[in-house]
């Protein structure tokens, strides 16, 4: 599981293209370097466990949020159709 984790982080960390993720309440859970360099951040602890509104990031961001929470439904059913 390990060497896993260490790939992961070594293509994430190398990757040119902004990476993020977030848990299932939207909150942010890891940035790549591409993203923290492109936003202009110095570490990850500015964005952990805060979403798009506490960034402020959007004038209007329910359509965002709704985008997200769409991926969100869609993915859960991904899910639940496997087990």
Known sequence: MEMTVDLFNSIINTSQDCVFWKDKDRRFVGVNQAFLDFYGFKSADVLIGKNDEDMG????????KQDELAVLYYVAGLLADSL
Do not use: A, K, L
Request: proline share 25%; glycine share 0%.
């Open 57 to 64: 990031w959007h004038s209007d961001p329910e359509p965002f």
